[in-house]
């Protein structure tokens, strides 16, 4: 869990990453697809997008008026997908290292001197 400070429109808000936000942020993100793969399923997805925006939002301090809405949400998704690479990075970071340990060196025998 982390707190992030993002300034949208002059004012400074401040989210804490928790699950629950990167899993609605996540979430907010694949309704915007479907809404953009198939515009016809639109108004079924609209409802879902403005409930998952607000239940955003209200994790954010201070409260963000409508006018600042849209750049904040753009904000945190760019935020937790900042996120999501960072951890993607230290994860691929750790298996190399893991990858680098487990590999093992094959020795050449040393050859007896003929005498």
């Known amino acids: 869990m982390s707190t992030k400070e993002i300034e949208v429109n002059g004012t400074d808000f401040r989210i804490t990453l928790t699950d629950q936000i990167i ?8 309704l915007y697809n479907a ?5 016809e399923s639109f108004e079924q997805v609209s ?8 239940d955003i939002a209200d994790a954010v301090e201070p409260r963000a008026s ?8 753009q904000e945190i998704i760019k935020v937790v997908d900042n996120k999501a690479a960072e951890i993607e990075k230290e994860l691929h970071g750790k298996e190399s290292k ?3 340990k487990s590999t ?3 020795g050449r025998k040393k050859s007896k001197s003929k005498k």
Do not use: F, M
């Not at 899993?23 to 907010?28: A, D």
């Not at 809404?35 to 515009?39: F, M, Q, T, V």
């Open 23 to 30: 899993n609605q942020v996540n979430s907010l993100k694949s």
């Open 35 to 39: 809404a953009y793969e198939d515009p």
């Open 47 to 54: 409802a879902e997008i403005s409930s998952t925006i607000n």
């Open 66 to 73: 409508d006018s600042d809405l849209d750049g904040l949400i």
């Open 98 to 100: 893991a990858e680098k």
């Open 104 to 106: 093992t060196k094959v």
